[in-house]
Nanobody
Framework: QVQLVESGGGLVQPGGSLRLSCAAS????????MGWYRQAPQRELVATIT?????NYADSVKGRFTISRDNAAKTVYLQMNSLKSEDTADYYC?????????WGKGTLVTVSS
């Protein structure tokens, strides 16, 4: 059973930083694109990264968030800096694994003083 498990969410003050991780596990032969989405209340793209390392970001996070991945560890990361209250949301990991799209269950990020 393939699954994605996120970690690293929590409460942070405005201007602070958090690093999210998402690890894939199970019977995995290939992982293509990986990404992060957030929902509050609509689900929106945050960032994606190809297996080769090409990245794409939502305009709202450019210059503040950095997506990266470790292919050997089957893990994708999201470094979030200069956090704002409007970044508060449930963050979900997404990946194409063995030709299918999988989602994690999410991790909550709350930006508040």
């Amino acid at each position: 059973q393939v699954q994605l498990v996120e970690s690293g969410g929590g409460l942070v003050q405005p201007g602070g930083s958090l690093r999210l991780s998402c690890a894939a596990s199970g019977r995995i032969f290939s992982i293509s694109d990986m990404g992060w989405y957030r929902q509050a209340p609509q689900r929106e793209l945050v960032a994606t990264i190809t297996r080769a390392g090409s990245t794409n970001y939502a305009d709202s996070v450019k210059g503040r968030f950095t997506i990266s991945r470790d292919n050997a560890a089957k893990t994708v990361y999201l470094q979030m800096n200069s956090l704002k209250s409007e970044d508060t949301a449930d963050y979900y990991c997404n990946a194409e694994i063995n030709g299918r799209i999988y989602w994690g269950k999410g991790t909550l990020v709350t930006v508040s003083s």
